[in-house]
């Protein structure tokens, strides 16, 4: 008999040994699981656990949701389910001695994400959930980035990513498919085109200045009409003027420390645009400020997969 003891609430972050390499996890990009037996569950109590799940992604041009769910009972959470990148899973049952809520990191597979909810009352265990909700999604969107990185390291760009650490002295995973568009002393603007859409990823550097939502624009703007035109002459890409965007964060990415905007862009004297992400902050002897950004032109296409595309590539700094 295995005995388990926690607290009548509790919030858990677990971790374990890497996996294998061999030991991948599954699942389509943006995918995750949902462990229910939505029989013993009402409508209402469904409607807010897919509310979280499937909430816009943020500053795309049009309304995508975070994650495409597959939906299961707990009887057919079987092996084909347990390998899935991303997972939550539901359990209630009157034996529970309380409700309980854990986060799981690479249980049976790697890169993987488990959120476990269980307990004796449904009302409880939905509270538990919509409590722990932003930290939730933001374990699974990290893990959505981190099969991304997996995958570009499998294919990778080593002369970009040597041209970069040559140039800024910081180290990036480039997949191979994106190749140098433009370069210049202080500028390097990667590109990946296909028939339908268009991925960029821009790396700068400029003379230092204080890191904000304005400077980081006006910078981006003065960047981009210098160094990239647009399809019609005197086009160029600009960020787009958008009320309460972009949206701004100050995070860090392994040891850097920098702002985080999300936002759009569009054209001057075209009609193009799209998303882009960025992270800018100090080089790494201060001397400089290095801004990173992906930006995605996809006019007839869903753009979430693409955007967390290059968002991944950005956030692969070392």
């Known amino acids: 008999m295995v005995v388990l003891l926690v607290v009548s609430i509790s919030c858990k972050q677990k971790s374990v040994p890497a996996f294998k390499s061999d030991n991948f996890s599954t699942g389509k990009a943006g995918e995750m699981i949902l462990a229910i037996d939505s029989n013993y569950w009402t409508p209402a109590a469904i409607k807010a656990i897919y509310d979280v799940l499937q909430q816009p992604q943020p500053a795309i041009n049009q309304i995508e949701p975070m994650f495409d769910v597959i939906q299961c009972s707990n009887k057919d959470f079987t092996a084909s389910f347990t390998r899935h990148r991303n997972i939550v899973q539901f359990d209630c049952k009157q034996q529970y001695a309380g409700n309980y809520y854990e986060v799981q ?14 307990g004796n009352n449904q009302d409880s265990c939905l509270a538990l959930f919509l409590q722990h909700k932003d930290e939730i999604i933001q374990a699974m969107y990290n893990n959505d980035l981190a099969r991304l990185q997996n995958a570009h390291r499998k294919l990778n760009n080593p002369e970009v990513e040597k041209k970069i650490k040559d140039k800024f002295g910081i180290s990036m995973t480039i997949p191979t498919e994106y190749f140098v568009g433009r370069e210049e002393k202080d500028f390097l603007w990667l590109c990946c085109r296909t028939p339908k859409n268009d991925r960029f990823v821009m790396i700068y550097q400029t003379p230092v200045y ?16 210098a160094y990239i035109a647009g399809a019609v002459q005197g086009a160029y890409p600009k960020v787009a003027d958008v009320k ?10 392994r040891y850097h420390n920098g702002l985080e905007l999300r936002g759009f862009w569009d054209s001057v004297r075209d009609k193009m645009g799209g998303p882009f992400y960025s992270f800018t902050m100090l080089s790494p002897d201060n001397s400089t400020c290095i801004t990173i950004d992906g930006f995605v032109y996809a006019p007839q296409e869903h753009k979430r997969d693409y955007i967390r595309e290059v968002e991944a ?4 700094i070392k």
């Open 244 to 253: 309460d965007f972009p949206l701004a964060q100050n995070i860090q990415l």
């Open 313 to 316: 590539i950005v956030k692969s």
């Open 210 to 225: 204080t890191i904000n939502t304005a400077n980081v624009v006006a910078k981006r703007d003065s960047v981009t009409k």
């Open 105 to 118: 990191k690479n249980p049976f597979t790697n890169p993987q994400i488990l959120v476990k909810i269980w």
